[in-house]
């Protein structure tokens, strides 16, 4: 079955780039996607990226995608307190009748003054 | 526009007892996801409904269903309350099936605690 690692802490000085690692192992993954979620909160969708594509950047966001690794990331450049959260990355097929995302297990990001 | 609500917010109940929990998509959303997040397990798939019908169910027991309303709101039920049913259960929605081209959206979630 489909299968989605992070690494569970990652600590950032303010104002520095945060980069937050996902492995995935389903080679039919056509989205690949990021959420956030903060304390007591659903998650946000931040962005996504098409499996067709290496790089998406949508202001302080850059995805990159590794298809042939399977390794998605997340940058996030000038990291603000506000960014403290636990990052999701998700995968989903379009294989009828398998339309769902499987989550990896959440990256906290701490954000060191 | 109104985000994905979900009812009720915090919930407490016994073991053996049974739950319904409530979702209202986004106004013109179809589909809707439930998805159970506990701290050991992260957060699972539970089912997914499109237009009433159920299109795809999690590895979950029988003793969790759901449904969809013609207004496309959802809920779903947890029958005989186990202490491992507590989480924090999500229900996402959006405007085509989740997966491919469907962005979805989280609502905050109902905390059920089991005691």
């Known amino acids: 079955g489909e299968d989605v690692e992070q690494s569970l802490f990652l600590s950032v000085r303010e104002g520095d780039s945060s980069v937050i690692n996902c492995t995935y192992t389903?080679?039919?993954?056509?989205?690949l996607y990021w959420y956030k979620q903060e304390p007591g909160a659903g998650l946000q969708l931040l962005t996504y990226?098409?499996?067709?594509?290496d790089m998406k950047q949508d202001q302080r966001l850059t995805v990159l995608l590794n298809k042939k690794d399977k390794h998605l990331s997340l940058r996030i450049a000038d990291t603000q307190t506000g960014d403290s959260a636990i990052y999701f990355c998700a995968e989903s097929g379009t294989n009828f009748g398998n339309e769902k995302l499987t989550f990896g297990t959440g990256t906290r990001l701490t954000i060191i003054p | 526009k109104a985000g994905v609500t979900q009812t009720p917010r915090y919930l407490i109940k016994t073991r053996g007892q049974q739950v319904t929990l409530s979702c209202s998509p986004i106004?013109?959303?179809?589909?809707v996801s439930w998805y159970q997040q506990t701290p050991g397990q992260g957060l699972q798939f539970l089912f997914e409904y499109f237009s009433e019908t159920q299109r795809n169910k999690g590895n979950f027991p029988g003793r969790f269903s759901g449904r969809q309303f013609s207004n496309s709101r959802s809920e779903m039920n947890v029958s005989t309350l186990e202490l491992g049913d507590s989480a924090l259960y999500l229900c996402?929605?959006?405007?085509?099936?989740?997966?491919?081209?469907?962005?979805?959206?989280f609502g905050p979630g109902t905390r059920l605690t089991v005691t």
């Open positions: 389903d080679s039919s993954s056509t989205y």
């Open positions: 990226i098409f499996s067709n594509m």
């Open positions: 996402a929605s959006s405007l085509v099936p989740a997966g491919g081209l469907g962005e979805q959206y």
């Open positions: 106004s013109g959303h179809r589909s």
